[in-house]
């Protein structure tokens, strides 16, 4: 059974910095991604990371979050930095089951940016 477990979230002020991680446990895993959704918004990409390691963003967060991956420890970060009131959303953890395209949702972790 796959589990995901998401921590990380907060409150911080603009300019702060927070790092979301998301425990996956159950089988082995592909891309592992982050979406965020804020209120009366819908749910969007943020960023990307393969098996391999490589990385994508979305424009918004390019050069300002950091995606990545323990394999050893079935985990993906999230290292948010430069944050803007613009941020604050529930960001969700999503994983692809390697091989398929079976894929699994965190429980969303809130980030709130304001002073």
């Known amino acids: 059974q796959v589990q995901l477990v998401e921590s990380g979230g907060g409150l911080v002020q603009p300019g702060g910095s927070l790092r979301l991680s998301c425990a996956a446990s159950?089988?082995?895993?592909?891309?592992m991604r982050w979406y965020r959704q804020a209120p009366g918004k819908q749910r969007d990409w943020v960023a990307t990371?393969?098996?391999?390691?490589?990385?994508y963003y979305a424009d918004s967060v390019k050069g300002r979050f950091t995606i990545s991956r323990d394999n050893a420890k079935n985990t993906v970060y999230l290292q948010m930095n430069s944050l803007k009131p613009e941020d604050t959303a529930v960001y969700f953890c999503?994983?692809?089951?390697?091989?398929?395209?079976?894929?699994?949702w965190g429980q969303g972790t809130q980030v709130t940016v304001s002073s």
């Open positions: 990371v393969s098996t391999g390691g490589s990385t």
């Open positions: 159950g089988t082995i895993f592909s891309f």
């Open positions: 999503n994983v692809l089951k390697y091989g398929s395209s079976e894929d699994y």
